[in-house]
């Protein structure tokens, strides 16, 4: 009785001891597993303009919570400046710099990075439209060595948003750029639900910023309002535009809370930090060994209503509490 007594207590220390011992050890093998390899991080961005720089900051921060800061990255940033020469030379300079994976911001950018390697994996940072960029095939299968994030905008809500704030408005008027694939699908996709909803629409396309200004005074006459896609043209020269719909005392209704800052009136829109998060910390899973062609592509839909108090008091528009509850105000 005695002997089996000590027997069971001899055996439960001996498992305390063996746990005590496997435990620590096993935890110290799988935290050496999660350990992250330096590695470098190109960085296209197509433009300056404050959405695509706040991308930018939400890339590094999804980076980071990832493991990827201090020296276990080393991050070669290149800008563009919307010119399409200096996609194709930066892009090739990114490849040839070796990084380990690149990262497009805006769709230009992911195409001359796409273009620059069909190796070295590609994340999209904010693309509105990959399938139309030809830049996947499909979005939950890639395929390919791209992948990343879309911005898919919220055009619906926005049109909610411009019947409620503006329930006079019949004709609303479209700026956006020629070179732009992310613009063309916007385009086509609100002239469909804006035509449901009983709106007419009148759309000018700019071939760069410098048309902006002649082109906003050619459409606003025709037109009670003025809606901008995610078009990265007009939201680097968007001082034109707000200018001309100032002087003609017309709403302006965007697609980011940037510019609706920068003066637009309201906006249902993505958040861009977190878009650039959420591309960061893709770069960072790739990095870590996920197979690129097989990730899919995540695409942000949902938007926050976003108004600008003073732009609506110069136009006399009164937002509702129940907009303005909500809302972020700029
Ligand atoms: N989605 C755009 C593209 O595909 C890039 C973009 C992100 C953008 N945020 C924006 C453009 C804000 C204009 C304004 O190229």
Redesign the pocket.
Known sequence: MKNKRLITILVILAVLVIVGILVPTMSKKSSKKTEVKAAKVGVLQ?VT????D??YKGIKTGLKEEGYSGKKVDIEFLNAEADQSKIATMSQTLVNHKNDVLIG??????QGLANASKEIPVV??????PVG?KLVKNLKNPGGNVTGV??K?PIEAQLKLVKQLTPKVNTIGIIYSSS????KSQVEEFKTLADKLGYEVVEYSVPSTNEIATTMNVMLPKVDAVW?????T???AFSSVVSAAKDAQKPIY???D??VSEGGLASVA?D?YQ?GVETGKMAAQILKGKNVSKMSVKVMKEGTPVVNEKVAKELGITIPEEILDKADKK
């Open positions: 197509y303009h404050e959405a695509l706040t991308i911001i805006a769709t230009p950018a992911a999209m940072g904010a693309v509105t439209d960029a879309s911005d905008t732009e694939d992310n613009s901008i896609p995610l078009d990265n007009i939201a680097s965007p697609s980011v940037t510019m993505i861009q878009l």
